[in-house]
């Protein structure tokens, strides 16, 4: 690995360096941005000019929210790029994180489609630059076959859902509750910009101290672009694939291909699910209307409990005779669950309709709660799996451009629900949540069923 110099700045031992808490709570603070935004962009976009929104139709809000979503996840190709050959890891972090806290600070100083467009811009590219190479500096903490790697990353992975759980709650309060005011001619007035103002706050905070501290934790970890520490190195990388490399790419290739369908799904949580509890989901508990910002942290909320659950079950099948399941089955399962959780909003549909405009009855909560815990299942045993799966699979010479595959396709993926949720303003939810709900099942049981191909050609010299 080229590095092992860099390593040599940093105490090794049993413990986690103390570097990746660091960069624990500066993923944290990113994530709450984007979570706050995530939660926020299509109320904000659809909640009329004078009650603080913009006043968007709702089908152009739901394509804005698609191209948003899906954009932050193709950035990271050519941020990463440009970090490998130019920048470095901290650089690119750290102008990652001033240019999204200018977006999100831009977005509270205007009240305007052109300031929400020009401050998503920033935190596109912001996020380009620093999505990918927080992620890539926590394994650059670790020797390449360092056993301590694998629960390093779980405690990451915990620094974002802590993120994606609290953002959703503080922006729902700070603007449907806290700064939520009331006109001399009675309308009601939204806080937004407050919630904005707040992720830009969060994204200053994290930067401050990730600036202050790198050095004294992070070692020389980070500093040189990896271009340059394989040049030290005198790796050769233009070595061509092996058929077997091929093998395994091409597996990739195609279970990227389920992932696609797996997001656009899951990714109507912050669109059209959002607009469906917003109107027809009943809100109100023990006499208090709970923020529609809020149900965006119910997801984090299960991964945070249900994480370390099946992380213990994952465990004791590996130490049964049997074995633990193979990757590609836990994500065919996993869009089995995905699927399941719209079925449960059918019978929801069903009773409230799809008529903003004459509705005569609210469902119940729980309706919408426990699609967001089947679709939780179904991002574990996908979406960590999946990460694992390319790390693990991916040919050394391309495992980078491989994972920016792994991520675009997600951007594919978000982009797809956006044009997805635009459709229930004219077709209805009951139609496009049967739809999206019964391909997911569909595609699933396929994943199962090509799932000892798959295994076979991602095998290497041993096992998957």
Known sequence: MVNSSTLDSLPQGKKHPKGLYLLFFTELWERYSYYGMRALLVLYLTTAFVSGGLGVDPAKALSIYGIYTGSVYFTPIFGGWLTDRYIGLRKAITIGGITMACGDFLIFLTHSQIGLYAGLALLVIGNGFFKPNISTLVGELYPRHDKRKDAAFTIFYMGINLGALFAPLIAGF??????????????????????????????????????????????????????????????????????KEKQRTTAILILACFVVFFWAGFEQAGSSFTLYTKNFIDREVFGYTIPVAWFQSVNPLFIVILAPILSSVWLKLSRSNRGDLNMTTKMGIGMILLGLGFMILIPAVMQTGSDEQNITVKANLLFIVFTYLLHTLGELFLSPVGLSLVSKVAPVKIASLLMGVWMAAIGVASLLAGQLASLTATLGYLEIFAVIGATAIILGFVLLVISKKLVLMMREENHT
């Open 174 to 243: 700070l603007a449907e509750d806290l700064f939520l005011t009331t006109l001399s001619d009675g309308t009601m007035h939204y806080g937004f910009k407050w919630a904005f103002l707040a992720s830009s706050i969060g994204m200053v905070t994290g930067q401050i101290i990730f600036s202050t501290l790198n050095n004294k934790y992070l070692g020389t970890v980070g500093l040189k672009p990896n271009k340059t520490l394989a040049e030290e190195a005198n790796e050769n990388q233009n070595v061509p694939l092996t058929k």
